[in-house]
Antibody
């Protein structure tokens, strides 16, 4: 069974750093892409970026380029989303999701989401 | 950037009825279009990819159609569990061009 399990909720202050994780299981982790999606409370879905877990090839949405860093540790089948300096506007639910390998077929598998709250 | 526009923002329907949701792309995306369902407190769920292919386990009352810039998601005979928010997503330039989501259509009773 394919599963993506995300790290738990986090509460941070503005200016702090944060790294959240997404661990895949039940499939060959290195032959798929993992994407990150933001959802601000009460709002829609925003694609942030994707990473190919085999070689760490990473593509960012222009809206998030320079604001976050996506990485992967294939030895432990885990993808990461990190911030070096959080803002209050980063308060949101963050989802990871698995895309296809060679072709795009939508995000079929999703993590449970990681709520991030940034508040002084 | 390709902009995806969904209409209407909210749709009020009754169980048992059929409904059609619309999604328009600002430029052609061919059939590189997916639909997702999201219920409160849950992660999105993939319904349709390739504009018309149902994802694994999706009941056949969900159907997608369209190509180019105009797409529809049709749900026949609505059930109580179908009331949710629906998003379209384009991926024509995947992977380098990434994705764009529509703003969503809320289906309410």
């Amino acid at each position: 069974e394919v599963q993506l399990v995300q790290s738990g909720a986090d509460v941070k202050k503005p200016g702090e750093s944060l790294r959240i994780s997404c661990t895949g299981s039940g499939y060959n982790f290195t032959t798929y892409w993992i994407g990150w999606v933001r959802q601000v409370p009460g709002k829609g879905l925003e694609w942030m970026g994707i990473i190919y877990c085999g070689d760490s090839d990473t593509i960012y949405s222009p809206s998030f380029q320079g604001q976050v860093t996506i990485s992967v540790d294939k030895s432990i089948a885990t993808a990461y989303l990190q911030w070096s300096s959080l803002k209050a506007s980063d308060t949101a639910m963050y989802y990871c999701a698995r895309e296809g390998g060679d072709v795009a077929e939508g995000f079929e598998y999703w993590g449970q989401g990681t709520p991030v709250t940034v508040s002084s | 950037e390709i902009v995806m526009t969904q209409s209407p923002a909210t749709l009020s329907v009754s169980p048992g009825e059929g409904v059609t949701l619309s999604c328009r792309a600002s430029q052609t995306v061919s059939i590189n279009l997916a639909w997702y369902q999201q219920k409160p407190g849950q992660a999105p769920r993939l319904l349709i990819y390739g504009a018309s292919t149902r994802a694994t386990g999706i009941p056949d009352r969900f159907s997608g159609s369209g190509s180019g810039t105009e797409f529809t998601l049709t749900i026949s005979s609505l059930r109580s569990e179908d009331f949710a928010v629906y998003y379209c997503q384009q991926y024509i330039n995947w992977p380098r061009g990434g994705y764009t989501f529509g703003q969503g259509t809320k289906l309410q009773i």
